[in-house]
């Protein structure tokens, strides 16, 4: 056989080599991503299963958070469920595989999100909706705040029910917040939640008919109607064993009568203050209160003054100034107000009765601070005060680094400079 054709010959055996290999190659990719949906289906379906999981009894330790991560930490949407009308729930599972940090029953995480057409990135606190100790999930459930005549469209919720999908990495903090059920009480607990307010009310309901079975439990729930009633099968599951000794009733405010599973004790009324009454003592019972801003100042001052001490009453709203008696304890600001420097801008403004938080002044004066929350959870508002004394309207959750401030529920108590 001559030269020019043994060449050619090995030349054919070569490409036929690589075309093996490719094909080799083709096929084990095909194959791994088949058996990676396989994964991402089964890990969905599982969702629900888990849930059931974790609504059966099993004893626990009261959990004290440990190992938390500092900063943010990206988190891949692992599932998506539709509630009920405009309210979804997502779980969020660890993209770097590592171990989840335990949380508080009511606690909240802080979510980011950037956008294109956004300078500053969107962050939002949200609370977690599902206690189940040991799995490998967050999961957050968050109302779409829809334009209005009175309020504009919720940049982040809308970013979340209408963007986000299942495959999508987050960022997150690791969860936090001063609005939590101590399941080391033994005390009877009630309940009590309007709207998405359900959302940290669930993960206390399933925490302590884990942790003690036997505690006395009231839970008290208000919306305009079953469309808008989120976990009604959810909380049926977590009452299956557990009715002796919990209550649920739930109060539709704008619903016609008609037939409903009578184990969630339906009135079609107004939920007020003589309904909490009628369930309740106000000397032995724990009160946890989570909704928007009116019933939070109607209900949340009602209790107080029914009666009700503060060592038993815990209450979170959707924003510091929608919890009666949420402003500063130091004496008032006077009508004359602080001047506040904002050194590296130059500017000089005058803080009075106008303006609520120095978050407030900045805007007025064409000042962006970075913020999300504006509730004194996420610490995305911090800023450094290099002189002067403020005070903090409620009781923030975010930590703070020594002299600085949180500026959306920050109020300076004598002339303050502020590194903005």
């Not at 030349?11 to 949906?37: K, P």
């Amino acid at each position: 056989m001559g030269t020019t054709a043994i060449l050619q010959l090995s030349g054919g055996v070569t490409l036929l080599c690589l075309i093996g290999i490719a094909i080799r190659a083709y096929t084990a990719f095909r194959a791994d991503q088949e058996r990676s949906r396989e994964d991402r289906d089964r890990g969905r379906s599982g969702l629900r299963a888990r849930l059931v999981l974790a609504s059966q009894s099993r004893p626990i330790q009261n959990p004290t958070p440990e190992s938390a991560w500092v900063g943010w930490r990206k988190f891949e949407v692992s599932g998506i469920v539709e509630e009920c009308d405009d309210v979804r729930s997502i779980y969020l599972t660890p993209h770097d595989g590592m171990p989840l940090t335990t949380f508080l029953p009511g606690q909240f995480l802080t979510i980011r999100v950037g956008m294109s057409e956004m300078v500053q990135p969107l962050v939002r606190c949200y609370s977690l909706s599902d206690y189940a100790p040991g799995e490998d999930y967050y999961r957050v459930s968050i109302k779409r705040i829809r334009e209005s005549e009175s309020t504009p469209p919720g940049r982040m919720s809308t970013y979340l029910h209408e963007r986000v999908r299942v495959g999508n990495v987050l960022d997150v903090r690791a969860p936090g917040g001063h609005f939590f059920l101590n399941l080391a009480e033994s005390a009877p607990v009630v309940l009590i939640a309007g709207g998405v307010g359900v959302t940290p009310i669930l993960s206390m309901l399933q925490a302590v008919v884990k942790s003690a079975p036997q505690r006395r439990v009231t839970v008290l729930l208000t919306f305009q109607s079953p469309q808008q009633h989120p976990f009604i099968e959810e909380t049926l599951r977590v009452l299956e064993g557990h009715d002796v000794h919990v209550d649920v009733i739930t109060f539709y405010s704008r619903a016609r009568e008609r037939e409903g599973d009578q184990r969630l004790k339906i009135r079609y009324q107004r939920l007020s203050l003589q309904g909490i009454q009628e369930f309740s003592d106000r000397n032995l019972d724990m009160f946890y209160l989570c909704g928007p801003s009116a019933m939070m100042k109607d209900l949340g001052g009602g209790l107080k003054d029914w009666g009700v001490s503060a060592e038993r009453l815990h209450m979170e709203a959707f924003g510091p100034a929608s919890l009666p008696g949420s402003a500063p304890s130091t004496p008032d600001v006077p009508l004359t107000g602080f001047d506040v420097k904002f050194k590296r801008s130059g500017k000089t403004a005058r803080f009075d009765s106008r303006f609520e938080t120095l978050l407030d002044l900045a805007e007025s004066e064409g000042l962006s601070i970075p913020s999300g929350c504006r509730a004194g959870n996420c610490g995305t508002c911090a800023v450094d005060l290099l002189e002067g004394q403020v005070t903090h309207k409620g009781s923030p959750a975010a930590s703070l680094e020594p002299d600085s401030c949180l500026a959306c529920v920050a109020v300076p108590t004598s002339r303050i400079v502020i590194d903005v």
